[in-house]
């Protein structure tokens, strides 16, 4: 297994993990992955990695500002995917732990997490990665005509933005 810059090119089999994720109807409001040039457009330049297996890619993550105001350039939203066949190989706990890694490199001081809270794997892999739940944000969206909850979580670094 390899840790590596996500890129353009690896992006069809990103989309395709993404796909997946939505449809478990577990991971994300998404109901569609966008293309290329408005995925990359929303998330940072910065902080965006696979995680290969021979060549195939196990999953990635990748963060998204929280906000365009200059005040918050510190503070991004988590993504982190598996593919459905790498499930529950601690693969996400790999991509996180080296995603905060590259996120406190480029000067990122707080990590968001918004998680539906019946996704107990993803609340357990933040929890054991150093997030803190601050709160349930009821019924702040709807997804297939259903009012969902998620929980807000979040993680300060204690390298980056500390003094």
């Known amino acids: 297994m390899k840790i590596e810059k996500l890129t353009e090119s690896h992006y069809p089999a990103v989309k ?28 940072l330049s910065h902080s965006r990695i696979i995680l290969s297996d021979n060549g195939t890619i196990a999953g990635w993550a990748a963060l998204t500002p929280v906000s365009g105001r200059c005040v918050y350039a510190g503070v991004a939203e988590v993504s982190v995917y598996v593919a459905a066949a790498y499930r529950g190989k601690s693969l996400g706990d790999k991509l996180l732990k080296a995603l905060i890694s590259e996120s406190e490199k480029n000067n990122i001081w707080t990590l968001q997490a918004g998680i539906f809270p019946e996704n107990e794997a993803s609340m357990k892999l933040h929890k054991n990665n150093g997030f803190r739940l601050l ?17 807000l979580l979040e993680r300060r670094s204690k390298i980056v933005g500390a003094d």
Do not use: C
């Not at 993990?17 to 109901?31: D, K, N, P």
């Open 16 to 43: 395709e993990i993404y796909l997946a994720g939505i449809a478990t109807g577990q991971a994300t409001f998404q109901s569609e992955a966008p293309d290329w040039t408005d995925w990359d457009k929303s998330h």
């Open 135 to 151: 709160g349930i944000r009821e019924k702040i969206g709807k997804m297939n005509a259903v009012w969902r909850d998620t929980a």
